[in-house]
């Protein structure tokens, strides 16, 4: 069991920047961002793996960066150039234990899930 704790939300304006933190308890393997605005169905943003691999949704490339600190095991989210449609509640969310490198980005494969961190972008 991996509980995970986000932080760095807010309220920012169209441009600006919001650095996202998730600690987990223990070590996971692939971990990631996904995100639900109101009305929306939850979307992944940003999956990264024990080695480093990433992909992001296309929606988000050149503007976010998904990173972890594997000694700390936290998480970080970079995002950059912020626009209103990247409102919503953004989610940290964790793999199970011995997860194959290419399954950490398939979306059903993460168990353990963050409550959540709001990002409000405005115009």
């Known amino acids: 069991q991996v509980q995970l704790v986000e932080s760095g939300g807010g309220s920012v304006q169209a441009g600006g920047s919001l650095r996202l933190s998730c600690v987990a308890s223990g070590y996971a393997d692939c971990m990631g961002w996904f995100r639900q605005a109101p009305g929306k169905e939850r979307e992944r943003v940003a999956l990264i793996s024990e080695l480093e691999s990433t992909t992001y949704a296309d929606s988000v490339k050149g503007r976010f960066t998904i990173s972890r600190d594997h000694v700390a095991n936290t998480l970080f989210l970079q995002m950059n150039n912020l626009k209103t449609e990247d409102t919503a509640m953004y989610y940290c969310?964790?793999?199970?234990?011995?997860?194959?490198?290419?399954?950490?980005?398939?979306?059903?494969?993460?168990?353990?899930w963050g409550q959540g961190t709001q990002v409000t972008v405005s115009s």
């Open positions: 969310a964790a793999t199970e234990r011995n997860v194959p490198e290419r399954q950490c980005f398939v979306s059903g494969m993460y168990k353990y």
